[in-house]
């Protein structure tokens, strides 16, 4: 059985995660673990009355995961979902710790759903995770429900395509849904074109031959690599979007190039990344 691991802080915005994450589950027979991260840095001085602050707010999230867990549970079914609190900081770090300890193979939290600084909190906190984790990583916008997966979209830079195209298939195979394959380019003419959706194509040719794959390939044209993606998936209807990532280097954390951050704040839909500095494709 996999494990599936939500983040919540018990608010609004999380509990669209956890909502979604148990429509997952069901399709994925996995069991959930619900956790909440708890901060419990301290310096020596100040350790002792900060223990015991640590263990006022994990009794308090216990007691917010009692009734979360008492409101979910006819959407819950037969899915199985404990409830564990994360201590320590840097947050992103605790997670993929305890996520390696626990054998997770898949976390799922939530972005945006709001205004101002709440919202750049939240976009910062989900790519915290999506730069540190190695396992994947689903982010769910907050106005998402869970609806069947029936059309998947897998943006792109065509290095190691291949070995990316494998993983894919392993996650669509859950929901019998097609894979489109997008890649985007900032000039080339028609044929040009046409040329790399069918080189596209050869690269995957041995995977989706074994593994019955539906896979269609997409090359269009933009020099705006986030606005193309997003409009793709709005154009076809997606119902989730995936790519692989890498961890960020200094310059890139300074001048936020990062396309896959940036469609974290900014996706219409779930967006599934694979942490390729972290996850090692089989």
């Known amino acids: 059985m996999k494990t599936i691991l939500v983040l919540t802080d018990f608010s609004k915005l999380s509990k669209v995660a956890v909502s979604y994450a148990i429509g997952i589950a069901k399709k994925m027979e996995s069991k959930i673990i619900l956790a909440s991260v708890i901060n419990a840095s301290a310096s020596s001085n100040a350790r002792a009355n900060w223990k015991k602050l640590a263990d006022e707010m994990v009794k308090s999230a216990q007691r917010d995961a009692d009734q979360l867990m008492t409101e979910i549970k006819k959407q819950l079914g037969s899915v199985e979902i404990t409830y564990q609190s994360i201590l320590g900081f840097p947050m992103a770090d605790m997670i993929d710790e305890f996520a390696q300890k626990n054998k997770v193979d898949l976390i799922i939290m939530g972005t945006k759903g709001a205004t101002g600084l709440k919202k750049v909190t939240m976009g910062s906190n989900a790519a915290a995770v999506i730069d540190s984790s190695s396992v994947p990583v689903?982010?769910?916008?907050?106005?998402?429900?869970?609806?069947?997966?029936?059309?998947?979209?897998?943006?792109?830079?065509?290095?190691?395509?291949?070995?990316?195209?494998?993983?894919?298939?392993?996650?669509?195979?859950?929901?019998?849904?097609?894979?489109?394959?997008?890649?985007?380019?900032?000039?080339?003419?028609?044929?040009?074109?046409?040329?790399?959706?069918?080189?596209?194509?050869?690269?995957?040719?041995?995977?989706?031959?074994?593994?019955?794959?539906?896979?269609?390939?997409?090359?269009?044209k933009n020099e705006n690599t986030a606005k193309a993606v997003d409009k793709f998936v709005v154009d076809n209807k997606a119902d989730i979007l995936t790519m692989f990532t890498h961890r960020l280097d200094f310059y890139e954390k300074l001048f936020g190039k990062s396309i896959t951050r940036q469609l974290a704040f900014h996706s219409t839909v779930p967006l599934l990344t694979f942490n390729k500095t972290n996850l090692k494709l089989k």
């Open 138 to 220: 689903i982010v769910v916008p907050g106005d998402n429900t869970f609806k069947a997966i029936k059309n998947i979209v897998y943006a792109t830079d065509f290095t190691n395509l291949a070995k990316e195209i494998k993983t894919m298939t392993r996650f669509a195979r859950h929901f019998d849904a097609p894979i489109h394959v997008l890649h985007v380019v900032r000039d080339g003419t028609k044929s040009d074109m046409e040329r790399m959706e069918q080189n596209m194509a050869k690269v995957a040719a041995k995977e989706q031959s074994t593994s019955a794959a539906k896979i269609h390939f997409h090359v269009v």
